[in-house]
């Protein structure tokens, strides 16, 4: 018998073509460090473990489809992951929002914080995603309706053309979609009754933010996508959108008592800047499935992104750092995490399409717009406790129009005229007016139904964690009033 050598076997050249023995080295062949065959093979383990637990809940169905190939369990188990991590951004902004916060509300933060992701996933799942995606038009490109639920079917021809399957799509989505209700958290902090937010936060993931949505993300339909609009993981989409609905809240609110005295804004120091710091990381780990997931696939152009995402953050904290030196006297560790944050929203919008150099200096600019944005909002005497409209939505709006200025192949900075950053006004436009008209209405109606949406002058000096909740973060110290 004659036993072919390795060297001797064709070599596959796509996923498609390989088993699934060979898939796992093919995949990490070129990552460095791991050239050894021997590695490969126990990193391999990892993803065709979880694959045989039953991942994807394929057993029931496992005489129906063909065998699965490496591509289509390569995209899922990735975009499983994204997802994982998208989720895992809760973590962080709880923190964030609850570290830059005072100590007599930080039971309410968290609790709103945990409770949106289980209404939007909730709400996404009973009817948003189907309005996003599946439903049928009821306005051609503007408006859909129809159904409720989605079918989490697995068909042969996924499987066969290494398609996601329904459910890790919903998952992937969904983490999206809770994203939006929490940066509205952000901007009502520390004054908003809890059951409001979470009826507010209900019909923004369940209905305005999938109808939005669907102009742009759904591919071939939407007038927007239509239009050539870009924004590849949600700079406008999720951010400037889930900004803008907050700050028509943080409006209708009115200030934190003790905020603005004489026409002056006072500053409100934080409790816990060592959370919100370790929240800020969380959130720059979790973007590593917001932006490089957005690819809904594991390709090549998957480490690019997460390279441009990285450089666009450490611009951005570079940039916050630096100003509020240069404006204050001394570097703010809170603009410092805003700008890292506003860094990380700047370069979301075209992280695919941004040279590296440009991705570090959109990056930068955001740093340096949200320090001056954070004040013009003061100035402007709205309250917004973490910074979140300038972070979310100043940065969201510079991210999306940077697309028409630095993207490769159709910038204006790189040679390719006026046409696409005329189109990026568009949606920036369209996302905005939209969140505003419908934000407003929205938080109108449910005030004027629970007889407004503040809580009372009592409760917020008292603290939310006593008025709302009826306990507090730290009962073994004294409450900082």
């Known amino acids: 018998?004659?036993?072919?050598?390795?060297?001797?076997?064709?070599?596959?050249?796509s996923l498609q073509e390989a088993s699934l023995l060979e898939a796992p080295q093919?995949?990490?062949?070129?990552v460095r460090g791991l050239s050894s065959n021997r590695s490969l093979t126990w990193l391999a383990c990892v993803p065709i473990a979880l694959m045989g637990l039953g991942l994807f809940n394929l057993s029931a169905r496992a005489a129906e489809l063909p065998e699965l190939?490496?591509?289509?369990?390569?995209?899922?188990?990735?975009?499983?992951?994204?997802?994982?991590l998208v989720i895992f951004m809760n973590a962080g902004f709880a923190m964030v929002e609850a570290g830059m916060c005072r100590q007599k509300n930080a039971v309410n933060i968290l609790a709103k914080n945990l409770i949106v992701f289980a209404l939007a996933v909730t709400a996404y799942w009973f009817i948003g995603y189907k309005i996003m995606y599946n439903a049928s038009w009821v306005v051609p490109g503007w408006f859909?309706?129809?159904?409720?639920?989605?079918?989490?079917t697995v068909t042969p021809e996924m499987v066969t053309d290494g398609k996601l399957v329904p459910s890790v799509d919903f998952l992937f989505q969904a983490a999206f979609a809770g994203t939006a209700a929490t940066i509205v958290s952000g901007l009502v902090a520390e004054r908003i009754?809890?059951?409001?937010?979470?009826?507010?936060?209900?019909?923004?993931?369940?209905v305005l933010y999938p109808i939005s949505g669907s102009w742009q993300w759904n591919v071939g339909e939407g007038w927007l996508n239509k239009l050539g609009f870009i924004d590849f993981a949600g700079s406008t989409v999720v951010h400037s959108f889930g900004a803008w609905a907050g700050l028509i809240g943080a409006i209708l609110l009115g200030p934190r008592i003790g905020k603005f005295v004489d026409g002056k804004p006072q500053a409100i120091p934080g409790h816990n800047l060592a959370i919100a710091t370790l929240g800020c990381l969380i959130l720059w780990l979790g973007w590593y499935g917001f932006n490089p997931g957005s690819w809904l696939s594991m390709a090549p152009e998957v480490?690019?992104?997460?390279?441009?995402?990285?450089?666009?953050?450490?611009?951005?904290?570079?940039?916050?750092?630096?100003?509020?030196?240069?404006?204050?006297?001394?570097?703010?560790?809170?603009?410092?995490?805003?700008?890292?944050?506003?860094?990380?929203?700047g370069v979301t919008a075209g992280c695919d399409g941004f040279s590296m150099p440009a991705a570090w200096v959109v990056g930068f600019i955001a740093g340096v717009l949200v320090v001056f944005s954070v004040a013009f909002i003061d100035g402007l005497k709205i309250d917004d406790?973490?910074?979140?409209?300038?972070?979310?939505?100043?940065?969201?709006?510079?991210?999306?129009?940077?697309?028409g200025l630095f993207n490769q192949d159709k910038g204006l900075f790189t040679g390719h005229g006026f046409t696409q950053l005329g189109i990026q006004f568009v949606g920036v436009i369209a996302f905005a007016v939209f969140a505003i008209v419908t934000s407003w209405i929205v938080w109108s109606i449910i005030g004027a139904i629970f007889g407004g949406i503040r809580v009372t002058e009592t409760e917020e000096k008292e603290g939310l964690d006593i008025g709302e909740h009826g306990m507090e973060a730290y009962p073994d110290f004294a409450s900082a009033k």
Request: aromatic fraction near 10%; glycine fraction near 12%.
């Open 26 to 30: 093919l995949l990490l062949r070129k």
């Open 144 to 152: 859909k309706f129809g159904g409720l639920f989605f079918d989490p």
């Open 1 to 13: 018998m004659t036993v072919a050598s390795p060297s001797s076997r064709p070599q596959p050249r």
């Open 303 to 345: 480490p690019y992104i997460a390279v441009t995402t990285t450089l666009g953050a450490a611009g951005g904290g570079i940039a916050a750092t630096l100003v509020s030196q240069f404006t204050g006297g001394k570097p703010d560790l809170t603009m410092t995490i805003n700008g890292i944050l506003a860094g990380l929203v």
């Open 385 to 403: 406790p973490v910074g979140a409209f300038s972070v979310h939505g100043t940065c969201g709006i510079w991210a999306t129009l940077a697309v």
């Open 193 to 206: 009754k809890f059951g409001e937010f979470v009826i507010f936060s209900l019909v923004l993931v369940g």
């Open 69 to 84: 190939n490496a591509a289509f369990l390569a995209n899922n188990t990735f975009l499983l992951i994204c997802a994982v």
